[in-house]
């Protein structure tokens, strides 16, 4: 992804919540290895639900 795609993501997405791309994806990736663990969730959809709430 180039850095300027990054740089606008984290504009947009990320800042009103004080967060960045790449905590953003550190969680992202927690949740999928919670989910070969055995816990159902439904991918990262319901994390992005949150998210955007």
């Not at 850095?3 to 947009?12: I, R």
């Not at 790449?22 to 919670?34: A, G, K, L, N, T």
């Not at 989910?35 to 990262?44: A, T």
Request: charged letters at 35%.
């Amino acid at each position: 992804m180039s850095s300027l795609v990054k740089e606008d993501l984290e504009k947009k997405l990320f800042k009103p919540l004080s967060q960045n791309l790449y905590e953003f994806i550190e969680i992202e990736f927690s949740v999928q290895d919670s989910d070969q663990k055995g816990r159902s969730k439904n991918n990262h959809g319901e994390t992005l639900q949150n998210r955007f709430r």
